[in-house]
């Protein structure tokens, strides 16, 4: 007898069964736009809308298990690539946002290069404003004041990039 031929273990069953419910989990956990645009059963996009209202830990449980329930009959590709885009995303906007930082802290140091890769990156960058903005945060560390002006370097850079 072939390992295909021979039944499942209730262990290899659980192991399905907990994984179907950890997929149903992110379901819930994506906003309302991005799940309308997963393919997916009626049945199980009400119930994934129902666990989304559940404040309680027990009742959300049962949903959740539900919800795993629902989805042994519905086809998980277009689940599993809806959830990978929004992983993907999620990395893209967290590499945006640490290079705006990187940016910051590399004007905020004066380093050689940091203009030019904005510049590089956004070309109507107003790199004179951005310098005036990294000296005035550099000022404020020296006083140990608070960081307003370092605050307000990050938020000129992130208003470049609509990523972040």
Avoid: C
């Avoid at 399905?16 to 379901?27: H, V």
């Avoid at 009400?46 to 519905?74: F, N, T, W």
């Avoid at 960058?125 to 005036?132: I, W």
């Amino acid at each position: 007898m072939s390992t295909d031929d021979r039944p499942k273990s209730r262990s290899q069953k659980k192991r399905e069964m907990t994984a179907l419910q950890d997929t149903g989990a992110r379901l819930v956990e994506l906003s309302p736009e991005a799940l309308s645009r997963v393919e997916m059963p009626e049945a199980l996009r009400r119930a994934v809308l129902e666990a989304r209202k559940m404040k309680g830990h027990e009742a959300r449980r049962r949903q959740l298990q539900y919800i795993g329930s629902l989805m042994r009959d519905a086809d998980p590709e277009p689940i599993h690539r809806a959830l990978e885009i929004k992983d993907q995303d999620r990395l893209a906007d967290s590499r945006a946002f640490q290079r705006l930082e990187r940016w910051r802290d590399g004007l905020v140091e004066a380093l050689p290069g940091v203009a030019e890769e904005i510049l590089a990156s956004y070309p109507a960058a107003d790199v004179e404003r951005l310098a005036r903005m990294a000296a005035e945060a550099r000022r404020e560390r020296e006083k140990n004041a608070p960081p307003k002006a370092f605050r307000a370097l990050f938020r000129a850079l992130r208003d470049l990039d609509s990523r972040v």
